[in-house]
Structure formats: structure tokens, C-alpha cells
């Protein structure tokens, strides 16, 4: 059972361009929604998370979107550089038991 | 201040093996959880330690085990090893709690030939 769906797999962006990635998730237990970047080669690092009581987080070019009622969240990438080119995950976590659960992961290429 | 460092980077073991490996959080994280990635089933929750209590599991089989020792390192091992369990295994720390930001090392590449 996928408990946050991700998409698209994979996105293509010209330089300077908005990148948006979609997450949706189901268990209405979660209250916390981290969003990890992640090059080859290394672990996953965390960029920006967001707790469902705010509809939106900014953190420098990073912005995250969460609509409660829909159980969605969104990130959002604007002015995209060829070094934002990386795998993002987004993820929830639930009070209940603090175990992270994860998307699939979204390859990003920024198109220089 | 010192990241979450895991050792080793590397390993090729064989089928039928067991493999330990271990994971130093950040000083101060008393939570330890660690996870296997795959190219097809991504990122996939083990076990979480917290405070040498393995407080949740995810659905991996016996041959995965862990523990927490009182400076919060922690080991993971595989039995038997198949090959399937090539991957790459990753520990993230964080304080736990209501602070569940949660800070990942680079991980451990473990080959099963």
C-alpha cells in the first residue's frame, strides 16, 4: 500500500523555469510533510517540510503547498537552475509513530 | 558540526553472508532509522531506534535486524544474505519527538554477488 503517491516520475524544465512536483497521501495521521533532494551518490537531504496547520512554506526558491482537504502537497521550484538537477522526494510522517514514509521520487532535469 | 557518517561506504559480500553496518547520528539525535533504496521500490522504511528501543518496523523479513547502544550508534545487520538485498542501505538521525527533522548519511552500498 502506497501511502504518498508522487508525480510525474521524471520532468524536464528550461532554465528559469517553474518546476512543480505533486504528492497526494491518504492517512489523515500525518502532520508532518518533508520534502528531500537527493544527488547520485549521496543521501538524501533535507530541503523544506511543512506541518498541515500553514497552506504554504517559502524557503528562498523553494515554496511547498499543502491543501488539507484534498491531502495534497506540492513543491515548487521557481527560477530552476541546471545545479537544482536531482532526485526529490516528498514524504509524511505521522504522529503517531514518527516513522517517515516516502514518494517515489521525481527526477529533475533543468535544461541549461 | 558532524553529520550523520555510516560505514562502510562499500561492500560486495556473497549469497548465503551476513553483513553488519553501522550508522553515528548527529550528537545529540537520540533517533536512528534506517532504510533500504532500490532503483524500483525507492525508499523503504527498516526499523527505528530510540533510545536502544527499536520503536517501529517496517515489512522486511527476520534476516534484518538492528540494535541502538547507549551513545545512540547504531548497527544494522543482514543474514543470509540474497541477492536482492543489493542496495543502497541509509541511516537518518534526528532528535525524535515532536522534532522529527530527520538528516540522512550518505548511505552504504552493499553488492551481493
Known amino acids: 500500500q502506497q501511502q504518498v503517491k508522487q508525480s510525474p516520475q521524471s520532468l524536464i524544465v528550461q532554465k528559469g523555469g517553474i518546476s512543480i512536483i505533486n504528492c497526494a497521501y491518504e492517512n489523515t495521521a500525518f502532520d508532518y510533510f518533508p520534502w528531500y533532494q537527493q544527488f547520485p551518490g549521496k543521501g538524501p537531504a533535507l530541503l523544506i517540510a511543512i506541518r498541515p496547520d500553514v497552506s504554504e512554506k517559502k524557503e528562498g526558491r523553494f515554496t511547498i503547498s499543502f491543501n488539507k482537504s484534498a491531502k495534497q502537497f506540492s513543491l515548487h521550484i521557481m527560477d530552476s537552475q541546471p545545479g537544482d538537477s536531482a532526485t526529490y522526494f516528498c514524504a509524511a510522517s505521522s504522529y503517531r509513530d514518527d516513522k517517515i514514509i516516502f514518494g517515489k521520487g521525481t527526477r529533475l532535469h533543468i535544461l541549461p | 558540526k558532524a553529520g550523520v557518517t555510516q560505514t562502510p561506504r562499500y561492500l560486495i559480500k556473497t549469497r548465503g553472508q551476513q553483513v553488519t553496518l553501522s550508522c553515528s547520528p548527529i550528537s545529540g539525535h537520540r533517533s536512528v532509522s534506517w532504510y533500504q533504496q532500490t532503483p524500483g521500490q525507492g525508499l523503504q522504511f527498516l526499523f527505528e531506534?530510540?533510545?536502544?528501543?527499536?520503536?517501529n518496523k517496517g515489512n522486511f523479513p527476520g534476516r534484518f535486524s538492528g540494535r541502538q547502544f547507549s551513545n545512540s550508534r547504531s548497527e544494522m545487520n543482514v543474514s543470509t544474505l540474497e541477492l536482492g538485498d543489493s542496495a543502497l542501505y541509509l541511516c537518518?538521525?534526528?532528535?525524535?519527538?515532536?522534532?522529527?527533522?530527520?538528516?540522512f548519511g550518505q548511505g552504504t552500498r552493499l553488492t551481493v554477488v
Open positions: 531506534y530510540f533510545s536502544e528501543t527499536q520503536r
Open positions: 537518518a538521525s534526528s532528535w525524535g519527538g515532536r522534532n522529527r527533522e530527520a538528516f
